[in-house]
């Protein structure tokens, strides 16, 4: 029952990552931008749609930001989920195609 309670807002994520203006030259000879919205974000990342060019597979490109994570102590998790979803083989199951980290 609901009676005499107040409605409380959904919460709203706000994302510490900033897409990049342009995708960096590394991925722009091999990808290109799918559509200029992203497909989802989280407090720590934002997820592109980008389109492979040889064969117009569809990928989505996840963006972190790194400085939050570090300022928390969390780069180590990032690691770690960058290299189990690294070794992961299944069907229902985004596969990781590459990893790549710029400077900061």
């Not at 609901?2 to 409380?8: F, I, L, P, Y």
């Not at 091999?30 to 720590?44: K, N, P, Q, T």
């Not at 770690?80 to 590459?98: D, F, K």
Request: one cysteine or more; aromatic letters at 4%; hydrophobic letters at 35%.
């Amino acid at each position: 029952r609901m009676e005499g309670r107040a409605k409380v807002p959904p919460l709203k994520v706000t994302s510490l990552t900033k897409p990049p203006p342009q995708l960096p030259a590394k991925l722009s000879a091999d990808y290109e931008e799918d559509s200029a919205e992203h497909l989802g974000e989280g407090a720590f990342a934002i997820v592109r749609s980008l389109r492979r060019k040889r064969d117009g597979l569809p990928v989505a490109l996840k963006v972190v930001e790194k400085y939050p994570l570090h300022i928390r102590n969390m780069l180590p998790q990032l690691q770690r989920e960058v290299r189990i979803q690294g070794s992961l083989q299944h069907r229902h199951i985004l596969r990781l195609l590459s990893c790549m980290e710029d400077e900061w």
